[in-house]
């Protein structure tokens, strides 16, 4: 007896945001904020939320804003990969 299971492949996020920290030479914290409708009363809001990010090479500052993409996990915490600088 077979089971009939669909495999759903989920695209990895892919964020925006700033550094506000850099922690070592392979790990920085971006704030990614992101801008929602209430549902009820239509008032724009803002949310926010830190990642830890593996950078691998490249000169990064606080401020820079950056991608940033989902993978593999590197450690407990760090799941998120540094993509490009965008400014």
């Known amino acids: 007896m077979t089971k009939n299971t669909k ?3 989920t695209q990895p996020k892919k964020l925006q945001g700033v550094i506000v920290n850099i922690i ?3 790990t920085v914290k971006v ?3 992101i801008k929602y409708a209430h549902p009820l009363y239509k008032k724009i809001i803002k949310k926010h939320k830190n990642y830890l990010v593996h950078k691998v090479e490249g000169e ?3 401020g820079d804003i950056v991608w940033i993409l ?3 996990p590197v450690s407990k ?3 998120f990969y540094l993509v490009e600088k965008v400014k």
């Open 24 to 26: 070592d030479d392979s």
């Open 70 to 72: 989902e993978g593999k």
């Open 60 to 62: 990064y500052v606080k």
């Open 31 to 33: 704030r990614v904020e």
């Open 77 to 79: 915490t760090k799941k």
């Open 7 to 9: 495999e759903t492949i």
